[in-house]
């Protein structure tokens, strides 16, 4: 059965009171003696009255709709009772009218049906809210339905759907218009019929979905929202089943949301209401998406899209294609991915959703780059720029110039990557936003530094530490400090180097940024090792090889390995000659380790040492350092690029 939206609370804001307390006139309601009271108190000390027990039933009600929402029927009907009295002894008819609707919940959802008939009539002439009097009428009109009396059940909730329709609450005509379809021959009958009821004291009781509390990455979707259930009990159910499973979910026990969902699926089917089913669908959808089951993630956000297409939820339909778009790019579908980007994307624009078209547009560009194709990613960027400047949003706007010369970056035009970042600096410094403006500084930086043009790397990347931390963005000073330590590399400041990229490796580990961090180490390893220091260039640059390995920066381990092997070639400490004319070579743990070649002939050897094993290169007495491109340096050091606002 379906209630419609809510109960409201007893507080009432009362008239200013003057004058003194009678204490004759407040025993006296108590008594419900009114007209001895009456006689005995002045309009002040009514007032008065009348301010004190308001407040005590707004404190009254918490505790019953705490009650309602356990299901303890019973000791929230005992509460409920007690604030009647309380309510009609100082004769507040709004408080009156409240509690007597908040009973009429409660027998209806204990079957007492005929009761509900007679706690919500009242109910329904005293309310003098609007909102209050539309949710007791359609509550009536659910009652009269289940006691069979047809006629009154359409006539109040027709009258439900008026005022909802008045007072402009869609959510609220939407249910009653689906509770008269239930009322019409040939509907479903009382009990089968899909339901929603919202709980004591305003707040829906149909369970909801994560919405904005939920984890949700710009290029996807967010949870759906429950829409009603069956009957009261299995609506209670899966009210208090979603609740679970979205705290479950966000304390990132996504097994148990899984699970906890599951059977709200099964309670949806049950009671065949699609609304419910798409919705706790989507949600499965996500949290298998989390856990990486990307097949099973698919199959449950077409079908929830299935779904909502029938239903016409425009809001589900753009979360779960954006969900699903999520699902396919991780799968590496990146046209699919795109496909249904693009279907949001104009579902967005024929609704006139500025914001969130520049949202997908961002989505899809991230797409397209994560594709390899970043000329057409900058493409989607200029038009996600072009409504960022419509919207006249400023953060924005340099947040998505920055990402355009990210891509231009990535294609190494670094002129024009060097021209977005500087337009984006001037945006973003113009409106105030130093956090965004340190990154860019940082972009900037690196651009600087890819030029050769060290003196003003260095300046760039020390006004983006300042920045970060002045607005206490440790990620940013992480990654800029690093950056600046590959800058002074680059510049030969070897000692500076080193310091700053040590600097940084404690913020990095706080903020659990293992990449970076290895990239960091890397650039350490680099830097000693032109200082001469080789046994603690090899601790470093393996250390760097071990968390690359781990984390899977395939790039940043190549430059670690290559410099691993020139270290043992120059360190005297690793080769030692062998009997026989051998060499040992002994391989640090961690991996196979690039030492050198050897000239068999014609044909150049390469030369590598197992994991924690050793080599011995019969017939020659030295290894030869990996030839290098002309005018390559032996070293490699590690760029640590910051995250892009994008």
Known sequence: LSLSPSLRSPTIEPPP???????????????????????RATTGDIEKIQTKTIKKLAM????????????????????????????????????????????????LHTNRFKEAVEALIPATDLAEDQQAKANHTGHLGLAYREVGDMVNAVKFMTQALELAEKIGDTSGARIHTSNLETCRPGGAKAGDAAASTTSAGGDTASPRGAGSS?????????????????????????????????????????????????????????????????????????????????????????NALRIVEKTGDR????????????????????????????????????????RSQEGVYGSIAITLATAGRHEEAIETRLEALKIARQRGNPRDEGAVLSA?????????????????????????????????????LGNIGLVKTALGEHAEALVSHTAAVALARKVGDRRGEGNNLGNLGVANLSAGNLEVA?????????????????????????????????????????????????????????????????????????GPMILKAQQGGGILVHAQEGGAVLV??????????????????????????????????PGSSPLQSSTVLPEIVD
Request: proline share 1%; glycine share 10%; with cysteine.
């Open 315 to 354: 809001n589900g339909l753009t979360n779960h294609l954006l969900n699903l778009a999520g699902s396919h790019a991780s799968l590496k579908d990146y046209d699919l991915s795109i496909e249904c980007q693009r279907k949001a994307l104009t579902v967005f624009e024929s609704d006139g959703n500025l």
């Open 60 to 107: 009254k009600h918490d505790e019953a709709k705490h009650c309602f929402r356990k299901q303890d029927y019973a000791e929230a009907e005992k509460i409920w009772t007690v604030s009647l009295a309380e309510a009609r002894a100082v004769r507040h008819q709004e408080s009156e009218a409240a509690v007597l609707g908040n009973l009429g919940m409660v027998y």
């Open 17 to 39: 009171f003057h004058g003194t307390v009678c204490i004759r006139y407040k025993k006296c309601c108590m008594k419900k003696d009114m007209s001895d009271a009456q006689d």
């Open 498 to 570: 080193v310091e700053h990229c040590r600097a940084c490796i404690p913020i990095l580990q706080e903020i659990g940024e293992r990449k970076t961090e290895g990239r960091a180490m890397g650039t350490i390893g680099a830097a000693l090792l032109k200082m001469g220091r080789v046994e603690s260039a090899i601790e470093a640059l393996q250390s760097a090889l071990d968390i690359a390995n781990e984390v899977g920066d395939t790039s940043s381990a190549a430059n670690h390995t290559e410099n691993l092997g020139i270290a043992y070639r120059e």
């Open 596 to 629: 050198g070649t050897r000239q068999e002939g014609s044909r150049v050897v390469t030369l590598t040492a197992p994991h924690g094993g050793v080599i011995i290169l019969e017939g020659s007495n030295s290894i030869d350092a990996p030839p290098l491109a």
């Open 404 to 440: 355009i010369g990210l891509s231009h970056f990535t294609l190494r035009n670094r002129v024009e990557a060097h021209r977005y970042f500087l337009m984006a600096q001037t945006v973003l410094h113009d409106c105030g936003d130093e956090q965004g403006e340190a990154t860019v």
């Open 214 to 302: 939920g984890p949700r990455e710009r290029s996807r979707g967010g949870f759906g929202e429950f829409g009603a259930s069956s009957s009261l009990v299995i609506r209670e159910r899966l009210r208090t089943a979603h609740e679970d499973g979205k705290n479950a979910y966000t304390r990132g026990e996504r097994r148990e949301a899984i699970t906890i969902w599951e059977q709200c699926l099964k309670d949806s089917r049950t009671i065949r209401h699609e609304e419910s089913e798409g919705a706790v669908l989507g949600n499965l959808g996500m949290a298998y998406e989390s856990i990486g089951e990307h097949t099973v993630a698919l199959h449950h956000l077409k």
